[in-house]
């Protein structure tokens, strides 16, 4: 039989997570955004927009329920979480607290890999709640979404018919989703492609050039595609949206968060303020270093995700950095070894 969602929640108030919503808001069902702090629901209520505003975009229809209370979240049986990956397990833990409804499932949208641990975002969920758990991701910056331009994602579980479910759920006639099973490439190459996407900025920053950012991009996904062989995924995977799409966008994109903040610390501002003066998360800083970790213990040869280490944790000059990267001794294009 086929499954249905009869009420879907999404967990996050963000940029991201309000585009959600509004694309949830097209099919059937009831639909509630929750964020963390009420001052944020009250003005997104009044607003019926994101926070962070794009002129032209379409607001959250009225049946669209904003709160702050997890109580308001209760009974739903699509989960959509879209939370900062440094916040997630605390949220995860919440989550497990409310009564969902029969047949949940949660769908993480959070692009990231958790410090120390080196668990992927559905792993920490996973950990944390009962209900099968996947991912959504691809080339989606939510600036698009909410002025309703054609836009494609991917959806994944190890269930293929709960990738279905939630594919048909919510597709709409400018967000198109396909659907996959390997949900590991998936996450990896959403959290991944954050870190190039930084270098990216401090290349355009630096004023190195187009040659040197495509350059960057191409052995970029090569890092990507290498870390994420090792931890049991699948190459073609990296080919696709979750992968290289994800990738040129935020390496290209001026709604990029990373990029704008790989500019900044070209210009030699200080990592913490580059945080403060995007005004959101920038996912490439903490990934840096979750990516570094993970790659030492997948035993992975990085370049470039080294490099980003020793600018972002060890303060070590980016251009410097990068004069290094092009010293390296010559070798096959290989993108697997």
């Known amino acids: 039989m086929q499954r249905s969602f009869t009420k879907t929640a999404v967990i996050g108030g963000g940029a991201w997570g309000t585009a959600l919503a509004l694309t949830a808001a097209h099919g059937q069902g009831d639909v509630v955004l929750w964020t963390y702090r009420e001052e944020e629901a009250a003005i997104i209520r009044e607003t019926r927009m994101s926070l962070v505003r794009v002129p032209g975009a379409k607001t959250l229809p009225p049946h669209v329920k904003v709160t702050s209370r997890w109580e308001d979240v209760a009974g739903a049986n699509l989960v959509i979480v879209v939370v900062p990956s440094v916040v997630m397990r605390s949220v995860a833990q919440s989550l497990a607290k409310v009564p969902l409804g029969e047949g949940a499932v949660i769908v993480s ?4 890999i958790e410090k120390d641990s080196s668990l992927l975002m559905t792993q920490i969920l996973s950990a944390e709640l009962s209900q099968p758990v996947g991912a959504l991701s691809g080339p989606n910056h939510a600036e698009d979404i ?35 099973t390997d949900i590991v490439s998936m996450q990896l190459g959403g959290a991944i492609k954050n870190v190039f996407a930084l270098a990216s900025g401090i290349c355009a920053g630096l004023g190195l050039g187009d040659n040197a950012r495509a350059a960057l991009a191409t052995r970029g996904l090569a890092e990507m595609t290498r870390i994420g062989m090792a931890h049991g995924g699948r190459m073609e995977t990296f080919m696709g949206l979750s992968g290289v799409g994800d990738l040129v966008v935020t390496c290209y994109s001026e709604h990029s968060r990373n990029l704008t903040a790989g500019r900044l610390i070209a210009k030699g501002v200080p990592v913490a303020e580059c945080q403060q003066r995007v005004g959101q998360v920038v996912e490439g800083i903490p990934n840096t270093l ?3 970790q993970l790659a030492r213990k997948l035993r992975v040869r990085t370049p470039l995700t080294d490099a980003m280490y020793d600018i972002l944790y060890a303060d070590k000059p980016a251009r410097t950095a990068l004069q290094e990267l092009m010293a390296r001794d010559l070798r096959e294009e290989n993108p697997t070894e």
């Open 146 to 180: 909410v002025l309703e331009l054609p836009s494609l994602t991917l959806v994944g579980f190890e269930d293929i018919d709960i990738a279905t479910a939630v594919q048909q759920r919510l597709n709409t006639p400018y967000l198109r989703i396909y659907t996959s």
């Open 290 to 292: 979750s990516t570094y």
């Open 109 to 112: 949208c959070t692009k990231g």
